[in-house]
């Protein structure tokens, strides 16, 4: 089992620079954070879970939702001696609003696909203001 709890989310203007933070509990035998990939997702009022950015298991390979790449907005990290999986988002623009979830996987690699995700934290709600 993991367990996910979520940080740092809040109301910040336009233009501004947010880090998001998700703690990680693993229980079971054997098991340990560094097996699993992590990743955030986000979902705005009214809209379903999209996916955001996420990281392999040691951190060297990462993919991201195709546009925010591209702006270079959003840099995903992890620590696994900390247990924890950090999203940095710069500069944040309204569209930004949503709760921001994170999730870990045990595929194999890595997937911008919810359904891959077996483990979901509460959420951190973040509130962009023009």
């Known amino acids: 089992q993991v367990q996910l709890v979520e940080s740092g989310g809040g109301l910040v203007q336009a233009g501004a620079s947010l880090s998001l933070s998700c703690a990680a509990s693993v229980s079971g035998s054997g098991r340990s954070f560094s097996r699993y990939n992590m990743a955030w997702f986000r979902q705005g009022a009214g809209t379903e879970r999209e996916f955001v950015a996420a990281i392999n298991w040691n951190g060297n390979n990462h993919i991201y939702e195709d546009e925010d790449f591209r702006e270079g907005r959003f840099i995903i990290s992890r620590d696994n001696a900390k247990k924890t999986v950090t999203l940095e988002i710069a500069p944040l623009k309204p569209e930004d609003t949503a709760v921001y979830y994170c999730?870990?996987?045990?595929?194999?690699?890595?997937?911008?696909?919810?359904?891959?995700?077996?483990?979901w934290g509460q959420g951190t709600q973040v509130s962009v203001s023009s």
């Open positions: 999730a870990a996987s045990e595929a194999l690699g890595l997937t911008r696909m919810a359904t891959n995700y077996q483990f």
